[in-house]
């Protein structure tokens, strides 16, 4: 059995699939059932406001973060892996700087053009 949630129109259902022999087709062992989910979160307690943002150039979830707020970056530093449609994409620092705040935590979804974190 493989557990996945999937979103639909916004709402997350979390699913619980039986794999069968070879040729036959999965189906899903139970009706799925809405998953709880949490209005949209406000950013961490890290998120400062810094005049350089650092946005999300495409949709996809966040896998590691690599920096903390107060720290230096310089330009095309690494500072977070944003995964889409099954690669991994460096976010990196567009300059030289120290990073005001991080908006974004390991596992969080994020839409293109959401702001990631900034710099000063």
């Keep these: 059995m493989k557990n996945y949630t999937i979103t639909v129109n916004g709402t997350a259902y979390d699913v619980t699939v039986e794999e069968s022999g070879a040729?036959?087709?999965?189906?899903?062992?139970?009706?799925?059932?809405?998953?709880?989910?949490?209005?949209?979160?406000?950013?961490?307690?890290?998120?400062?406001?810094?005049?350089?943002?650092?946005?999300?150039?495409?949709?996809?979830?966040?896998?590691?973060?690599?920096?903390?707020?107060?720290?230096?970056?310089?330009?095309?530093?690494?500072?977070?892996?944003?995964?889409?449609?099954k690669m991994e994409n460096e976010v990196v620092a567009p300059q030289d700087g120290t990073v005001a705040g991080v908006n974004v935590a390991a596992g969080d979804s994020v839409e293109a053009g959401a702001v990631l974190a900034s710099l000063n």
Excluded: R, T, W
């Design 23 to 85: 040729g036959a087709q999965s189906a899903p062992s139970s009706a799925p059932k809405a998953a709880p989910k949490a209005a949209p979160k406000a950013a961490p307690a890290a998120g400062g406001e810094g005049a350089v943002k650092v946005n999300a150039p495409m949709p996809g979830k966040i896998l590691s973060v690599k920096v903390s707020a107060g720290q230096a970056v310089k330009k095309g530093d690494v500072l977070m892996i944003l995964e889409a449609m």
